[in-house]
């Protein structure tokens, strides 16, 4: 897949006033509902609270799309590169400068069996578990002692659902708001297991990034949370309870 780029522009006045340097790149990839390449309604929840505070910060986004795995590997060696969603794993501390967390993701198994109520339970009961690969879920997984041969490993932006149905797969173990907005309403009821991982969602930059930016973009984020602008974007995407 090549380079694409979509400018988000505010406002013809606004962006007339803003040098070459308040403009930023932000590398997102099609992960619904935390981020959405190009969607109807906007960017996903994520997506959403970066732009947002990115404008915020008086400054210009630009969306890069390319493969997650060369994003990610792009921004870090990069300078001044945003990125994201990106969970603060120990494997990724010291690659990106961590601006701020932006929401915090908990993750479940889902299946159309009874739900299982550990990772021990789910190793026993299910032969073949689907999960995102190279994501933190991945490697949650093998550290809770699920072994390499039950795993199958799927690429970003694949649907497991008909991995489901089909019972090519036991259990699907991902973020909770993924499965709530993909599973669709006329399918068979999904069976959801306690969260049994959490983490939180950052926004992130890449190692070589300018203090200066640091500090508007985190303050920006901050100043969101406290208006409750996480809430508001939540409901754009999700189910209601």
Same mark, same amino acid.
């Given at each position: $897949?090549?380079?694409?780029?979509?400018?988000?522009? %505010?406002?013809? #006045?606004?962006?007339?006033?803003?040098?070459?340097?308040?403009?930023?790149?932000?590398?997102?990839?099609?992960?619904?509902?935390?981020?959405?390449?190009?969607?109807?309604?906007?960017?996903? %929840?994520? &997506?959403? $609270?970066?732009?947002?505070?990115?404008?915020?910060?008086?400054?210009?986004?630009?969306?890069?799309? $390319?493969?997650?795995?060369?994003?990610?590997?792009?921004?870090?060696?990069?300078?001044?590169?945003?990125?994201?969603?990106?969970?603060?794993?120990?494997?990724?501390? /010291?690659?990106?400068?961590?601006?701020?967390?932006?929401? #915090?993701?908990?993750?479940?198994?889902? #299946?159309?069996?009874?739900?299982?109520?550990?990772?021990?339970?789910?190793?026993?009961?299910?032969?073949?578990?689907?999960?995102?690969?190279?994501?933190?879920?991945?490697?949650?997984?093998?550290?809770? &002692?699920?072994?390499?041969?039950?795993?199958?490993?799927?690429?970003?932006?694949?649907?497991?659902?008909?991995?489901?149905?089909?019972?090519?797969? /036991?259990?699907?173990?991902?973020?909770?708001?993924?499965?709530?907005?993909?599973?669709?309403? /006329? &399918?068979?009821?999904?069976?959801? #297991?306690?969260?049994?991982?959490?983490?939180?969602?950052?926004?992130?930059?890449?190692? /070589?990034?300018?203090?200066?930016?640091?500090?508007?973009?985190?303050?920006?984020?901050?100043?969101?949370?406290?208006?409750?602008?996480?809430?508001?974007?939540?409901?754009?995407?999700?189910?209601?309870?």
């Amino acid at each position: $897949m090549g380079l694409s780029r979509c400018s988000v522009f %505010i406002a013809a #006045s606004f962006v007339a006033s803003v040098h070459a340097a308040d403009h930023v790149e932000l590398y997102i990839p099609e992960a619904p509902p935390l981020t959405f390449q190009q969607y109807h309604n906007g960017h996903g %929840i994520v &997506g959403d $609270m970066a732009l947002k505070a990115i404008i915020d910060a008086g400054l210009i986004a630009t969306l890069v799309k $390319m493969p997650w795995a060369r994003a990610q590997l792009n921004v870090s060696a990069g300078k001044d590169l945003l990125i994201t969603p990106l969970s603060r794993t120990p494997e990724r501390e /010291d690659q990106y400068t961590w601006i701020a967390p932006i929401m #915090s993701l908990e993750r479940a198994f889902f #299946s159309l069996g009874p739900p299982v109520s550990s990772f021990e339970d789910a190793r026993k009961r299910y032969n073949r578990i689907a999960v995102g690969l190279g994501t933190p879920q991945e490697t949650t997984l093998l550290q809770a &002692g699920i072994p390499p041969d039950q795993i199958v490993s799927i690429k970003l932006g694949e649907i497991p659902i008909n991995m489901l149905k089909l019972g090519r797969v /036991d259990a699907w173990y991902t973020g909770i708001p993924e499965a709530l907005f993909l599973w669709p309403e /006329d &399918g068979p009821r999904l069976q959801r #297991s306690p969260v049994l991982n959490a983490s939180d969602i950052y926004l992130a930059c890449s190692k /070589d990034c300018n203090p200066k930016l640091v500090q508007r973009l985190k303050q920006a984020i901050e100043g969101l949370h406290k208006k409750g602008t996480l809430e508001d974007v939540k409901r754009v995407y999700l189910p209601e309870p």
